[in-house]
């Protein structure tokens, strides 16, 4: 099969084609999600890209083994080793085991996914099933001397690399960070700062929850490792593409690379795939924060899920996006009316088979171009738009909807853009209300009678004119 697919790769800093290891096949890791708390919808445009990048691929052809961890253990609240351990915190906040937080945010994360279309994984492994793996690894790296045990701890020896910074020299600069930052604190124990840990007897932190016996002493995985072991163990000593937020580059990705290529002893990884960040009017969206906007909280606003996917998908997956519910109100009313759009269509008559071809080819070259997500929605709109019959067009969503996954043939879920006259009285003594909820500053009520309004498909929209309202 032929390759088309460009892509821009980290670790050259190039848009680069796409040639997997072996032909017609792809070998795909995503790091997962920790799994102490909700998603947040800044990951979620994380794995809507992925996702986007998967089905990509499959839509050209390719055969492809997609994998993901679920992180339940050894990441600590600076992704430099230091602070508490996030799973514990996550079941210290709820007075629960780290197993069950484990089990009850993994669950909620897969259900968001859900909502979002977002394929599963074809292996989905926790790091708590691989600890045999990671032992493993640590002790051939330690044979190898690219490890050292020190004050209990095992850790990676970063010198013993000749390019330890692989993706680019703003590394170096975040290295620099590590100590200066207020939450980081600098490890004693470190021959070199850039040096991570692999396993640990000793943390601050004693009443770690779960521990197991290895040839160091009872301990537990650093972060990292767990990565390159469930990597390894199914997809090969070859991985042609790994995903990621652009957080993940440094420290994580950097030394997922430092230990798998020395444990291998050869390039592990072609392709490193980095989405940008999603942020709101106050920075980049971070759970750690704790406040933070999740698909619940964007459906009982009354906001469709899917709605958001057509927002992340609308921009490019290397720019950062900000996030606003105005934007969303946007495209929220711009996704029914697509949805609209097509569910009019009426299957008569043949497809037309060239026609068909020439628009999937197109569709499939804006994917090509490093994923222009946006340009292929516009190529959906104009092939609306083109001179062919509706059956065609259809055929077409169809297709494409394999790669977008909007739902594009569900239909309009309430029909009509008219508005009857009760319902018009309804809305308006409904705003009147909530005019008089907010002078009484009741903004709880105000902002209930908000999203009660929103799960009718009604948007307001507060003006210097008065409040503003719209039927999607
Ligand atoms: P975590 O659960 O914190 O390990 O993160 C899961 C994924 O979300 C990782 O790939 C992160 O790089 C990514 N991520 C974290 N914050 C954001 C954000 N604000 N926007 C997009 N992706 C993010
Ligand atoms: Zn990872």
């Known amino acids: 099969m032929e390759n088309r697919l460009k892509i821009y790769n980290s670790l050259t800093r190039k848009e680069e084609l796409f040639?997997?290891?072996?032909?017609?096949k792809v070998g795909m890791y995503t790091c997962g999600p920790t799994v102490y708390h909700y998603a947040h919808i800044g990951n979620l445009r994380s794995y809507i890209m992925e996702d986007l990048l998967e089905k990509t691929l499959r839509y050209l052809g390719y055969d492809v083994r997609r994998v993901m961890n679920i992180t339940d253990v050894g990441h600590l609240s600076s992704d430099a080793d230091t602070g508490e351990d996030k799973m514990?915190?996550?079941a210290k906040r709820e007075h629960k085991t780290v197993m069950e937080i484990a089990r009850f945010y993994t669950q909620a994360f897969f259900e968001d996914c859900g909502k979002l279309n977002i394929k599963r994984p074809d292996v989905v492994e926790p790091a708590t099933n691989c600890i045999r793996e990671f032992i493993h690894m640590i002790?051939?790296?330690?044979?190898?001397?690219?490890?050292y045990e020190m004050g209990g701890n095992i850790y990676f020896d970063t010198s013993r690399l000749e390019n330890y910074h692989v993706f680019s020299g703003q590394d170096s600069d975040m290295e620099l960070l590590v100590g200066v930052r207020d939450d980081v604190e600098e490890d004693a124990n470190k021959k070199n700062?850039?040096?991570?840990v692999l396993w640990f007897t000793k943390s601050k932190f004693e009443d770690q929850e779960l521990k197991w016996e290895s040839p160091w002493g009872l301990g537990y995985p650093g972060w990292h490792i767990e990565?390159?072991?469930?990597?390894i163990k199914h997809l090969g000593e070859y991985m042609d593409i790994h995903c990621g937020g652009v957080d993940n580059i440094f420290p994580h990705h950097t030394n997922e690379i430092a230990q798998s290529e020395s444990y291998l002893g050869h390039k592990w990884c072609n392709y490193w795939f980095h989405v940008h960040h999603l942020n709101d009017k106050a920075g980049k969206m971070s759970k750690s924060k704790g406040d933070f906007l999740t698909v619940s909280l964007l459906e009982s606003k009354g906001y469709d899920p899917l709605a958001y996917r057509l927002f992340c998908l609308q921009s490019h997956y290397r720019k950062p996006l900000e996030f606003s519910y105005e934007n969303l109100d946007n495209v929220t009313s711009a996704y029914r009316k697509l949805r609209r759009r097509i569910g009019e269509l009426t299957p008569e008559g043949e497809v037309e088979q060239e026609k068909f071809a020439d628009w999937k080819k197109r569709f499939e070259d804006a994917l090509c171009d490093d994923l222009n997500s946006s340009m292929a929605l516009t190529v959906l709109y104009e092939m609306l738009k083109a001179d062919m019959n509706d059956s065609t067009k259809r055929a077409l969503a169809e297709s494409f909807d394999q790669v977008l996954s909007l739902d594009l043939l569900a239909g309009e879920a309430d029909g009509a853009d008219t508005v009857?006259?009760?319902?018009?009285?309804?809305?308006?003594s409904r705003i009147e209300e909530r005019a008089a909820a907010k002078k009484n500053r009741d903004f709880a009520m105000a902002d209930a009678i908000r999203s009660e309004l929103a799960e009718k498909g009604i948007l307001l929209e507060d003006t210097r004119e008065g409040v503003k309202w719209k039927k999607v």
């Open 88 to 90: 514990l915190k996550g």
């Open 227 to 231: 990565c390159s072991c469930i990597g």
């Open 420 to 428: 009857d006259g009760e319902l018009e009285a309804y809305v308006l």
């Open 139 to 147: 002790t051939v790296l330690l044979e190898k001397g690219y490890a």
């Open 19 to 24: 040639v997997p290891n072996e032909e017609g």
């Open 193 to 196: 700062k850039s040096d991570f």
